[in-house]
């Protein structure tokens, strides 16, 4: 009886210490990271051997023998990323929580096509050329939007959660959908596209939340009694369609006949100069009740701007802010 004790005792201990070696003990049998795509429907046995092929475990038996102590945990699809050395258990664990794999795609507001681009080619999903080309073609929006000529000012800013797989032609269907979540949310039957073109210059020009309603104000104002706009980011806009912008406006820039250059042509240009948030879209769509027919930026370092009803007003405004620059 004694015998079979310390037999018993014998084999418990064995028994644990190879429960420890085959499912406790940290492994890696990659380099760097290993990145694990589980497709959706994939049998336990599947997922075993991806896990072993990418070096994240030993042996795909040791997935098998985690999934009996755990037989009812669902394991969801999508890629896995680890980066250090973990148990056969660990992983197992990981897979079960769905802990998958994402990237923060962070788009604030007044970003353009190009910045996005930009910031989408740094996290690796797509080069500023393919992403370019993708928010270039309206499509996705034109039954919402029939004269948009490209998606710009429909890239809803936010932060998104995406995988590496995730394309430029996605990255763009994900952000236009959010722009329609949106826009139901605000409830109103005002023309979509000039509704967003508006709220983009409104979006380039405000610093501050409080001006946004009395900038929207002036922009209306102009349109109504048919004014030109002479909004600076439009004209940096048109530069940067024709591939010009040098960092700063010149005369060259005031002078250019491109159709979104606000300094040379009347009314709203073809399409929004950037992606507006919510509060821009809102004070597009009610603006302040003002007379104000001009603004500029207070020479106080606030952000704020001056806005006046009259000429003589504003270039009292404007000289004042020179002479503090």
């Known amino acids: 009886m004694i015998r079979?004790?310390?037999?018993?005792?014998?084999?418990?201990i064995l028994g644990a210490g190879v429960l420890y070696y085959f499912l406790i003990r940290p492994y890696a049998g990659f380099h760097g990271e290993a990145f694990v795509e589980i497709p959706k429907g994939a049998s336990?046995?599947?997922i075993a051997r991806l896990l072993a092929d990418a070096g994240v475990i030993e042996y795909p038996w040791q997935f098998l023998l985690a999934r009996a102590l755990r037989p009812s945990a669902k394991l969801p699809a999508g890629e896995f990323r680890f980066a250090t050395p973990a148990s056969a258990l660990d992983v197992y664990g990981r897979i079960a929580r769905?802990?998958?794999?994402?990237?923060e795609l962070k788009?604030?507001?007044?970003?353009?096509?190009?910045?996005?681009?930009?910031?989408?080619?740094?996290?690796?999903?797509?080069?500023?050329?393919e992403f370019l080309a993708a928010a270039r073609d309206p499509?996705?929006?034109r039954d919402l939007a029939p004269a948009a000529p490209t998606l710009e000012g429909y890239l809803f800013p936010d932060t998104y959660r995406v995988t590496r797989h995730t394309g430029a032609r996605e990255l763009c269907r994900i952000l236009t959908q959010r722009f329609r979540v949106e826009w139901k949310r605000l409830d109103t039957t005002?023309?979509?596209?000039?509704?967003?073109?508006?709220?983009?210059?409104?979006?380039?020009?405000?610093a501050v939340p409080e001006d946004r309603p009395l900038i929207a104000s002036v922009f209306r104002n102009r349109l109504n009694i048919g004014m030109k706009l002479?909004?600076?980011?439009?004209?940096?806009?048109?530069?940067?369609?024709?591939?010009?912008?040098?960092?700063?406006?010149?005369?060259?820039?005031l002078a250019s006949p491109n159709a979104y250059n606000t300094y040379q042509h009347a009314g709203l240009p073809p399409g929004p100069i950037a992606n507006p948030g919510i509060a821009s879209l809102r004070a597009a769509l009610k603006p302040a009740a003002t007379d104000y027919i001009y603004f500029v930026a207070r020479p106080d370092g606030s952000g704020r701007h001056q806005f006046s009803k009259d000429i003589a007003a504003h270039r009292q405004a404007a000289a004042q802010y020179r002479r503090a620059k």
């Open 139 to 141: 499509s996705l929006i």
């Open 107 to 129: 788009i604030p507001e007044g970003l353009n096509m190009f910045d996005i681009a930009s910031v989408v080619a740094g996290l690796g999903f797509a080069t500023e050329p």
């Open 230 to 253: 002479d909004c600076d980011p439009s004209t940096v806009y048109a530069a940067l369609l024709e591939g010009r912008y040098r960092g700063t406006i010149h005369q060259s820039d």
């Open 4 to 12: 079979l004790l310390k037999v018993l005792i014998v084999a418990a």
């Open 190 to 206: 005002a023309d979509v596209h000039q509704t967003v073109t508006l709220a983009s210059l409104v979006e380039k020009e405000a």
């Open 44 to 46: 336990t046995p599947t």
């Open 98 to 103: 769905g802990d998958v794999s994402y990237y």
